[in-house]
């Protein structure tokens, strides 16, 4: 078993991802901007519910193929 960089680690790696996109919504909290008479912040919100999900689909497909290089 080979040890990786922790740095490279997928769980790191997307929770900075996860971290930034927050960040990025919460940065926007304040404002008032509206697009079809919904708050940005709630369709960032929508859209990061879809965001979640394909970041969970990376982190176990990545999870996977280090699992597989490490039984080789």
């Known amino acids: 078993m080979s040890s990786r960089s922790k740095m490279k680690d997928p769980g790191l790696i997307l929770t900075v991802v996860l971290v930034l996109y927050a960040g990025f919504v919460f940065v926007w909290w304040p404002?008032?901007?509206?697009y079809v008479g919904i708050s940005l912040v709630a369709w960032l919100m929508?859209?990061?519910?879809?965001?979640?999900f394909l970041l969970a689909i990376v982190y176990s497909l990545w999870i996977e193929r280090l699992d597989e290089q490490n039984k080789k």
Do not use: E, Q, R
Not at 31 to 34: L, P, S
């Open 31 to 34: 404002t008032d901007v509206y």
């Open 46 to 52: 929508f859209i990061g519910l879809f965001f979640w």
